[in-house]
């Protein structure tokens, strides 16, 4: 297999892009996509093209909704890349982190146990950690053993959408979509 790239060089690729406005699909009106989240429309953006939140009932176009796509990886790109420092990685690895920080947020991400996992170079288990985000958390969150937020026992909520979307990202990450 090619040698792992320092992540300051790496950038989401098309397979990736594509993937990711795959498994968010296309919404033409601004509404939360399940009860008590945030508004989103096109393929999961939650701003409009001047960067203010969006408000229900807004309409945005298909043409539209890939600029916005591209201009929100632009935007959780540097702080990914930021928390990810000194790691190397594939780019079918970056592009499933990618689209994990895009509908969870970058500082979920990095505040998850997948920058220190890849620190040490244990990339399996990282990408493992793509599928503690299947869901929601019921409960307010706790910190565990190494300080980390995490949904106490019991308390995730599996929806099946984002269960199926978290293992195609897992087989991204692990390499399986290049094969």
């Not at 929601?136 to 308390?155: D, S, W």
């Not at 959408?161 to 897992?170: P, Q």
Request: charged share 20%.
């Amino acid at each position: 297999m090619k040698a792992r790239t320092a992540v300051a060089g790496l950038t989401m690729m098309v397979t990736g892009f594509t993937a990711y406005i795959g498994y968010e699909g296309f919404v033409g009106v601004a509404a939360p996509p399940v009860k008590g989240d945030a508004i989103t429309y096109g393929h999961g953006t939650t701003k409009d093209a001047n960067g203010n939140p969006l408000k229900a009932g807004a309409t945005i176009t298909p043409v539209e909704a890939v600029k916005l796509a591209a201009r929100d990886v632009c935007e959780h790109e540097g702080p990914l890349k930021k928390c990810l420092a000194g790691v190397a990685l594939h780019s079918h690895e970056f592009d499933a982190y990618m689209s994990l920080a895009l509908n969870v947020g970058t500082a979920a991400v990095c505040g998850s146990s997948i920058p220190d996992k890849l620190q040490a170079e244990d990339y399996a288990a990282a990408c493992k950690t793509i599928l503690d985000f299947a869901g929601y958390c019921t409960k307010p969150k706790i910190r565990n053993a190494a300080g980390r937020l995490v949904c106490p026992p019991g308390a995730l909520k599996k929806l099946p959408g984002l269960v199926r979307r978290r293992e195609a990202e897992y087989r991204m990450c692990m390499g399986e979509a290049q094969q």
